[in-house]
């Protein structure tokens, strides 16, 4: 905000009326309201959350023994009697914590801001809502640079706020690095042995070709059309499935049988498993013949010859496709929109509380946000700035991840290369 301070008032009275007494008060007492704020925050985020998170076990734990026993069990009616102490003591925390925000509130509401426009009229900000406030032509170069670095932690370590065109992107970048992670995971080891198959011990005929075939028209199939395949295989199939195996009593509200970060890494795995393949048989080729046969004339097995000579000496290929492939899923958008990317996901999918993966939830992805903000927006012009950088972070979380792989590639390269003849 460019606009020039009028007046800092505390309690509804003013205690400053000019520009530079009003920037010395809200200095004063700015870090205590965002402090406060911040403390809300996190009352309603985690607190309130464990809260019901904790009702939630308790009601689906006398659902669990419901659909066991029956409902007239006496396991039933003792599991109820539980229900209820836990109820009350999670009422009386919930009441301690709403009594909390409450005090918290009244204090930050006590201090406020009045702001003169351009246009002479006053606007009074609460300073809880107040961000950040600098005199923007009365900073020095390292104010500015204080600044600017304020603003780049704000971006990479803070969730985002209104609507997603201001605040940080943290939820997104976790989301994006460990949807990557996981598709690596998945279609690495896949895709690598199914080349192994295709290229050492496949027979050629009519099979191969046609899974060759396959594979190739794979590489052409448009994004949307696995996205539409995930939502429909993995997350109402196989995720259905697990819901009424292992958490019946969690129906009809679904746990896997919706668009979660799994079902995001494994159809991206299939988005990207051509590319794999088609490397991996390439290096796989590239390793002459002539290496197989000494193998084999030392008493090696096709299997020992396969680890030992084989895959060591193409994994530099190997290696050449994993980076392909993860360069592609963590860019795609489209197939996301349906398994799993969401505007803003109150959870991460990964977090410091047993089982630390969460693979059922959903996630925010950098890609969806860039698409979200700079044109499902009702004020795109105002998100600009976020899509741009959001756009800059993303291409330099694949770069990093490339340079990453490509490192690892050189390494293995030059650690065989005077192996090969």
């Not at 969730?159 to 992107?169: L, M, T």
């Not at 059309?225 to 697990?242: A, D, K």
């Not at 979660?260 to 051509?274: E, F, Y």
Request: glycine share 8%; net charge neutral.
């Amino acid at each position: 905000m460019e606009d020039t301070p009028g007046q800092f008032r505390i309690d509804g009275e003013a205690v400053a009326t000019n520009p530079s007494t009003t920037l010395r008060e809200f200095r004063r007492h700015h870090h205590a309201v965002a402090t406060r704020f911040e403390r809300r925050y996190n009352l309603q985020k985690q607190d309130f959350g464990e809260l019901h998170a904790r009702a939630e076990r308790a009601r689906l734990e006398v659902k669990k023994v419901e659909v066991r026993y029956g409902a007239d069990s006496p396991r039933h009616e003792t599991s109820l009697r539980l229900l209820e102490g836990e109820m009350r003591a999670i009422e009386s925390q919930r009441r301690a914590l709403e009594e909390e925000v409450r005090l918290l509130d009244e204090e930050n509401a006590r201090y406020e801001l009045v702001m003169q426009t351009s246009t002479g009229q006053d606007a009074s900000i609460p300073l809880a809502d107040i961000v950040r406030g600098f005199p923007a032509n009365q900073l020095s170069t390292a104010s500015k640079l204080g600044v600017y670095g304020s603003r780049w932690r704000e971006f990479l370590s803070d969730d985002p706020r209104e609507a997603n065109s201001e605040g940080g992107v943290l939820p997104a970048i976790v989301g994006t690095v460990i949807m990557t992670l996981l598709m690596s995971i998945a279609v690495v080891p896949f895709g690598v042995l199914a080349a192994l198959y295709l290229r050492e011990y496949a027979k050629a005929g009519l099979v191969v070709s046609a899974v060759r075939i396959a594979i190739n028209n794979m590489a052409g199939v448009p994004s949307i059309v696995f996205g539409v395949f995930g939502l429909g295989f993995f997350c109402y199939i196989i995720g259905g499935g697990l819901d009424q195996l292992l958490f019946a009593e969690k129906l009809p509200n679904p746990t896997y049988g919706r668009g979660g970060v799994l079902w995001a890494s494994l159809t991206l795995a299939l988005l990207t498993l051509p590319v794999v393949v088609v490397s991996t048989e390439e290096a796989l080729a590239a390793v002459p013949r002539s290496m197989r046969e000494g193998s084999y004339a030392c008493g090696a097995s096709k299997w020992q010859t396969i680890r030992r000579i084989v895959l060591p000496r193409a994994m530099p290929g190997i290696m050449t496709g994993f980076i392909l492939a993860m360069a592609r899923g963590a860019g795609e958008v489209a197939p996301l929109m349906l398994v799993g990317a969401v505007k803003l996901a109150p959870d991460l999918p990964i977090d410091a509380v047993a089982p630390y993966l969460h693979p059922d939830r959903s996630f925010m992805h950098l890609g969806f946000h860039i698409y979200d903000v700079g044109f499902q927006s009702q004020n795109s012009e105002a998100g600009k700035p976020m899509v741009y950088t959001t756009t800059l972070l993303l291409i330099a979380i694949i770069a990093f991840l490339n340079i990453a792989a490509v490192w690892m590639r050189t390494r293995l390269r030059r650690r065989f290369v005077g192996g090969t003849f």
